[in-house]
């Protein structure tokens, strides 16, 4: 162990009231990065082999908090596999994205007090407590990840198509006649491509035909528009597919809908089974585009007025209902 040239204690003190936020990443998905609270303490300073030359490091060790559902989901689950205490030399594997997000963001905050050394963790504790696992948060996850692939086989179609009615996942390059995906029964997707001058950029919708499996999406793109709105198809398929995949997940659970759709909008939209897929879309785009939930539902019940027809007053009633047990 080196000679420790700073004030370590006195560093520690100030760390011990702070609390960095890193992202917890299951996937190697962009979007599919979780907002981890940690705080960390500096332990010593060690060389270690750094391209082809010994550099000391400053040692600390990472402790897990709770932070919200879907992360301490994934910290239980990482401290069943790997322990709730755990060492790391340099060759583990474990807690990989954290730490080498977390070297980097300690060796930057380092140099605000003078320390122009890397930062190497060497423990890992994980705060997240037995009773924070909630089963439904990582079906939860699950169906997130299922939403993400079917987004990205629109997606790669509608790059080389923009008109005519396809089928997917058949019309796709594998040529399987259904999505065989985990929690799910098996399902295809009807997709229904327009072009039209009345549409500004993109629109999409979605509906479901349960006797069918069937995912009917519809998406209608102004014939001028280039690959600068296939980000804003995006966004848009993110909430469209998760919540029809709700609505397939309802069904496949013996959920009891309704045998006649009210024809009231406002009746529609808040009926139990439609704002359980409402939240489920809202907060799927709200976490791929790191965007406030609220903000997200009012602008878009304010851009589809000719989806919903809701008066303002009605809108305004769904908008709260829909906000109420936003979880």
Not at 5 to 24: A, Q, W
Not at 117 to 122: D, N, S
Not at 188 to 196: G, Y
Request: with cysteine.
């Amino acid at each position: 162990m080196n000679m420790i040239d700073f004030p370590i204690e006195r560093i520690n003190e100030f760390l011990d009231t702070h609390t960095f936020e890193v992202y917890l990443q299951p996937t190697h998905d962009e979007d599919y990065r979780i907002p981890t609270n940690v705080k960390v303490k500096l332990t010593g300073v060690k060389e270690y082999i750094s391209i082809g030359d010994k550099k000391p490091f400053v040692q600390y060790t990472i402790h897990i908090l709770p932070t919200n559902d879907g992360s301490d989901a994934w910290s239980k689950m990482y401290g069943d596999i790997y322990g709730k205490d755990v060492d790391i030399n340099t060759t583990s594997q474990v807690y990989a994205n954290l730490r080498w997000v977390m070297d980097d963001k300690l060796s930057n905050f380092l140099k605000y007090f003078g320390i122009d050394k890397g930062a190497m963790c060497t423990r890992i504790i994980n705060e997240v407590s037995e009773d924070k696992l909630n089963e439904s948060l990582i079906v939860e996850g699950e169906l997130d990840k299922t939403t993400r692939k079917l987004v990205q086989d629109i997606i790669a179609f509608f790059k080389h198509q923009r008109q005519g009615e396809f089928g997917l996942p058949e019309d796709t390059s594998n040529g399987d006649i259904i999505y065989e995906l985990p929690g799910f029964n098996g399902f295809s997707i009807f997709l229904d491509l327009q072009l039209s001058d009345d549409v500004e950029t993109v629109d999409v919708d979605g509906d479901l035909y349960y006797d069918d499996d069937l995912m009917y999406i519809t998406i209608i793109s102004n014939p001028n528009a280039g690959y600068t709105i296939l980000d804003e198809l995006t966004r848009e398929l993110n909430e469209v597919i998760r919540h029809e995949l709700e609505h397939i997940k309802q069904h496949d659970e013996g959920y009891k809908f309704p045998k006649k759709e009210p024809k009231s909008p406002e009746k529609y939209y808040t009926q139990q089974h439609e704002l359980e897929a409402q939240r489920a879309g809202f907060n799927k785009r709200a976490k791929s585009e790191k965007a406030d939930f609220e903000t997200l539902v009012r602008d878009w019940f304010k851009k589809n007025p000719h989806k919903h027809t809701l008066k303002p007053n009605q809108q305004e009633k769904v908008i709260q209902q829909i906000l109420n047990k936003n979880v």
